[in-house]
C-alpha cells in the first residue's frame, strides 16, 4: 500500500485538506466549512468523515501514515490551538489531542505560516535552501523561518511573530492590543488603512474614492496600480518601503539565502515585490547587499496551505 | 593523555588563549598582544609559539584536539576575517588557513559574540537551553544567537548582527555606514553618547559635565549612577528603553528561554536589566509575557572568551 498524509488548512471560514504522498503529489483534496461550526466536536468529527471519504475513493490502495494541521496560533509544541481571535473556539483547543481519537497515527499542528515555510521547503521554492523565510501576507503578517534546515519554533512554540515586531512606536492600533506592529502597515488589511491615510492627506483623483472601507480590498488596489492610479501606486510604495526596511533588520538577525512572499498581498507582483526590495537594498548593512532574493512563493495558493501541512507530518515520519 | 583544545579570543588589543578540557577546565592561560602585529605571519608564529609553549608546560600530558578562535568579523564557514574594522589586518584574512600550516588539527572560528554563545551554552547559564541569546555589549552591541541547540549562522556565516537593525529612523551615525543602528544608542560607546546628548538638553548638575567625550567611560556613568546622579540614571533608563524595546522584537522572532547580556554596559547590574526588562515586557505580544528570563553571564568576563572559543571547537568535535 501506497503511504500517504493527510494536510489540513485550517481557515478562519474553511478547513482545506488533501491527501498526499511524499513526493508532494495530491491525491484527492476536499473542504468543509470551519466557520459554521460553534463546537469543536461537531466539526472534528465532519472533519474525520470528510478524510475517511476521501481515503475510501482511493478504495484501499493508500495507508494514511500521519496527519499535519496548519492553524491560526497552532502551537507545535503542545498540540494546542492557543487564544486564535479568528476561530470559534474560543480558549485552549488541544486539538492534536482530541483528533488522535479519530486517528492513532501522528498528528502534528502548527501555525500557518511555519506550515506555508515547511510546504516551500519539500515541496516549493526552497527545496535546496536549508536558511531562508516565508513571509505571508493576508489579513495579518505572517511569518515562518527556517534556520539549519529546520523551522525556528523558540523555546515555547511560538517564535516567528515578525508581524508583531514594532516599525512605528505609537503608530497604528493592531488586533494584539499593541501599537505600530509591522502587519498593521504590511498586510492586505494594512494597505487599506495606507490608501485611507493617503485618501486623507491627498487631493490626487482616485477610483479608491468610490470604494469604502469595509469593501476596499488588496486587489482593488492592485488593479487601480495597474492603472497608474496615484493613491494606489504611492499606498504600494509605502507598504513596500515599511516591509523592505523591517526586511533588513530580519536579514541582519538570521541571514537568509531568500525571503518568499506570499499570499493576497504578494499576489500584487511588481507593485510590492520592486519597493520591498529597493528599501531592504537601502537599508542592507555592506555584508548582505545584493545576496538575499525576494521571491514569489513556489507553490500555487490553491494547494500550498495542504502541501505545507503534509510537508509538516512528512518532515516529522522520516526525521 | 587528556584531550584538550586551545580556546583563543583575538581582540583588537589582546588577543587571549588557554588550553581547555571538555569540561571547561582552563589548564593553562596567556596572551600575547595583536595591535603591535602590522603583519599577520608575524602574529601566528608568535601566536602558536605561545600555543605550544603552554601545551610544553603540561609535560606532554596533553593532546591537542583543536583549535577554536573566536575573533571580530570571523566567518565561520570561511574561516575568514572579513574586513575587521578594529584589527591592523585589512581586507579578507584566511585565518584557519594561515593557522592550519602550524597545527594540522581541526580549527575553527567564528565571531567573537556567537564564541560567547557557545560559552554560555557548553559552561556558563545556558548550559541546559536549546534557545537563547547573548548580547554583547561592548564598543559595539554583538548577538549570538541559539536556535534549536545551535548557533544561527544563516546562509553566509554573518547572522546574528543585532547591533545593526536600524532602531531609529535617520539616528545616529553607526561605523557601519548608515544611520540608527541599535549598537550606536546600545552599546559602552551609545551610552557615552546618550550622556552627551543629555547634558547638551538638560541643565542637571551632574559629576559626568567635568570629563570630555573622550575619557568618559560606561563604568564613570555607572559610578555616577550609584551616586544617584540623575544623567547617569536617566542615560541608563533611555538605553534600557531602547534595548527592551528591540528585545521585545528579537523575542517575537526567535522566542528564547533568556536573552545573557554580557561585557562591559552589563556589569553595570540594575541599572541596565532593569529598565531593560521593564521596556522589554511593556513592548512583549501578550503570548511572550512574563516568560522571557534577561540574565547576566554565566561566566566571568576573564575566561569566557576563551571558554567560548574552547566550546566552539569542542562542539565541532562531540558532533
Redesign the interface.
Known amino acids: 500500500m501506497k503511504k500517504v498524509v493527510a494536510g489540513i488548512d485550517i481557515g478562519g471560514t474553511f478547513t482545506k485538506f488533501g491527501i498526499v504522498d511524499q513526493d508532494g503529489k495530491v491525491y484527492a483534496e476536499s473542504s468543509i466549512s470551519t466557520a459554521k461550526h460553534q463546537d469543536i466536536d461537531t466539526y472534528l468529527d465532519q472533519l474525520a468523515r470528510a478524510i475517511r471519504k476521501l481515503l475510501k475513493e482511493e478504495e484501499g490502495r493508500m495507508e494514511l501514515a500521519g496527519i499535519g494541521i496548519g492553524a491560526p496560533n497552532g502551537n507545535y509544541y503542545r498540540g494546542i490551538i492557543?487564544?486564535a481571535p479568528n476561530l470559534n473556539w474560543k480558549g485552549m483547543i488541544p486539538l492534536v489531542e482530541l483528533f488522535k481519537s479519530y486517528f492513532d497515527i501522528p498528528i502534528v499542528l502548527t501555525n500557518d505560516a511555519n506550515a506555508a515555510a515547511l510546504g516551500e521547503m519539500m515541496y516549493g521554492g526552497a527545496r535546496n535552501?536549508?536558511?531562508?523565510i516565508v513571509i505571508t501576507l493576508g489579513t495579518g503578517l505572517g511569518?515562518g523561518?527556517v534556520?539549519?534546515g529546520?523551522v525556528?519554533?523558540?523555546?515555547?512554540?511560538?517564535?516567528?511573530?515578525?508581524g508583531?515586531?514594532?516599525v512605528i512606536?505609537n503608530g497604528r492600533q493592531c488586533g494584539?492590543?499593541?501599537k505600530g506592529c509591522l502587519e498593521t502597515y504590511v498586510s492586505a488589511t494594512g494597505i487599506v488603512r495606507t490608501v485611507f491615510e493617503l485618501l486623507a492627506l491627498r487631493n490626487d483623483e482616485s477610483l479608491l474614492r468610490k470604494i469604502s472601507f469595509d469593501k476596499l480590498s488588496a486587489r482593488d488596489i492592485s488593479a487601480a496600480a495597474n492603472k497608474a492610479d496615484r493613491i494606489a501606486m504611492k499606498a504600494f510604495e509605502m507598504t513596500g518601503r515599511i516591509l523592505g526596511?523591517s526586511l533588513?533588520?530580519?536579514v541582519?538577525?538570521?541571514?537568509?539565502?531568500a525571503i518568499f512572499l506570499f499570499g493576497g498581498l504578494a499576489n500584487a507582483g511588481d507593485h510590492i515585490f520592486k519597493p520591498a526590495k529597493t528599501y531592504m537594498e537601502k537599508?542592507l548593512?555592506?555584508?548582505?547587499r545584493d545576496?538575499?532574493k525576494i521571491l514569489p512563493s513556489g507553490l500555487t495558493e490553491t494547494n500550498a496551505a495542504v502541501l505545507g501541512s503534509a510537508g509538516l507530518i512528512w518532515k516529522e515520519i522520516l526525521g
Not at 129 to 132: A, K, Q, R, S, V
Not at 285 to 288: G, K, S, V
Open positions: 492557543e487564544y535552501m536549508t536558511d531562508f511569518s523561518i534556520v539549519n529546520r525556528v519554533y523558540g523555546h515555547d512554540g511560538f517564535a516567528g511573530e515578525m508583531h515586531i514594532t512606536e494584539c492590543g499593541r526596511r533588513a533588520d530580519v541582519a538577525l538570521f541571514s537568509p539565502e537599508h548593512l555592506n555584508i548582505f545576496k538575499v
